[in-house]
């Protein structure tokens, strides 16, 4: 048997039209994953501006409302000339008040547009530091509102607050925790900080 009979040659055209096929649909390809690419990067850049903005909006609402919080006991002041905060319950009822304010959050305390944050806001921590002379008086209210409170002899100047301010005046801290939609649907959870020097905040709007 002539096995040669049932092989048929291809004609030279065909061959190159073959591989011309072949070229295009490996550049096709290619330039897809390149656009698919070029997406993913501009949908990360998208969001870190986001991140970014949302950050900056939320450190300016942190220091406003910390300072918002620290009513000072008008009469120690007037006495002994020692800034304090008066009373660290209502100090923390108005840090609470000024927050939802400053942020524009509903009573479900999420933002009504979701433009900044994707769910609800939470207070994780709120401090306040009483320094009277060297000594260092702290409250601390957690996520629950539940306080605790210490004394730090000679802690002025030495005590850190978790952001890693040193407490040398009366200050007042707090941190929050958000929900931010991430690219692609992702929901991602960010806190965020910020200590406020009540001598160093009065000296700077005085």
Do not use: C
Not at 48 to 73: C, G, K, P, Q, W
Not at 157 to 163: A, I, L, Y
């Amino acid at each position: 048997m002539d096995l040669k009979r049932g092989t048929r040659k291809v004609p030279g055209g065909l061959k190159l039209l073959a591989g011309r096929r072949s070229e295009g649909k490996v550049e096709i390809i290619l330039g897809m994953y390149f656009l698919f690419l070029l997406i993913v990067i501009l949908t990360v850049e998208m969001q870190m501006y986001i991140f970014r903005t949302t950050s900056f909006l939320l450190e300016d609402a942190l220091a406003a409302s910390n300072l918002a919080s620290a009513v000072i006991d008008v009469r120690e002041y007037g006495l002994s000339h020692t800034l304090r905060i008066a009373s660290p319950d209502d100090a923390y009822a108005l840090y609470r008040m000024a927050l939802k304010e400053n942020l524009r959050l509903n009573d479900q305390w999420e933002h009504a547009d979701h433009s900044l944050v994707s769910g609800p806001v939470t207070v994780q921590q709120y401090i306040v530091y009483n320094v009277e002379g060297r000594d260092v008086e702290i409250f601390t209210y957690n996520h629950n509102g539940r306080i605790s409170t210490r004394r730090e002899a000679g802690g002025a100047g030495r005590v850190r607050t978790p952001d890693g301010t040193l407490v040398s005046y009366t200050s007042v801290y707090s941190r929050i925790r958000f929900p931010v939609e991430g690219a692609f649907g992702v929901t991602v959870y960010a806190d965020k900080e910020k200590t406020v020097d009540i001598v160093g905040a009065l000296g700077a709007t005085g």
